[in-house]
């Protein structure tokens, strides 16, 4: 018997990768297995009525995609137009969705039991938080920022 054939199998750590980018200077990631590509910000059609975060729609390729601003939607002050914002688009369930951030940073890799979870429960949005040397890591949930938009929007009808 071969010596090498009695060694058990060291158990592989799961190294998962995340789109990171900024939001006023704060860095925030999706799960890279979401995201379908990124571009330089595209003309968008405003839509009426919508909620202060759904800045507008975005034909992309003859397919219509819903626009996230995240900076108001977690309530950062507007962008200076100086700032040229970033389309990451997200799959969701195969519906494509556009969250505009500030600046794309990397595709960074990492282990998942490096990931706390926040320490902030206001925003339910945020599912843990990664540090690292430089900064902290926040992870976003593209599918909960719809959810919170979408009760938004249901309490808005409800009230008025």
């Known amino acids: 018997m071969n010596a090498d054939s009695t060694k058990k199998p060291e158990q592989?750590?799961?190294?998962?990768?995340c789109c990171t980018f900024l939001i006023a200077d704060k860095c925030f990631a999706f799960d890279s297995d979401l995201v379908i590509e990124v571009l330089q910000k595209g003309v968008i059609n405003k839509v009426p009525l919508a909620s202060p975060a759904i800045s507008g729609l975005l034909n992309l390729r003859g397919?219509?995609?819903?626009?996230?601003d995240l900076r108001t939607f977690l309530?950062?002050?507007p962008a200076s137009p100086s700032i040229q914002q970033i389309n990451i688009i997200v799959d969701i369930r195969n519906e494509w969705?556009?969250?505009l951030v500030d600046q794309l940073l990397d595709v960074t890799a990492y282990d998942s039991h490096q990931i706390t979870p926040p320490s902030n429960a206001l925003l339910d949005v945020i599912t843990g938080v990664l540090p690292t040397i430089s900064h902290l890591i926040h992870f976003l949930s593209p599918e909960k920022i719809l959810k919170r938009l979408l009760e938004i929007k249901?309490?808005?009808?409800?009230?008025?």
């Open 12 to 17: 592989a750590v799961k190294q998962s990768r």
């Open 63 to 68: 397919r219509i995609v819903p626009v996230i």
């Open 75 to 77: 309530k950062f002050s």
């Open 97 to 99: 969705y556009c969250f």
């Open 154 to 160: 249901t309490r808005t009808l409800s009230v008025g």
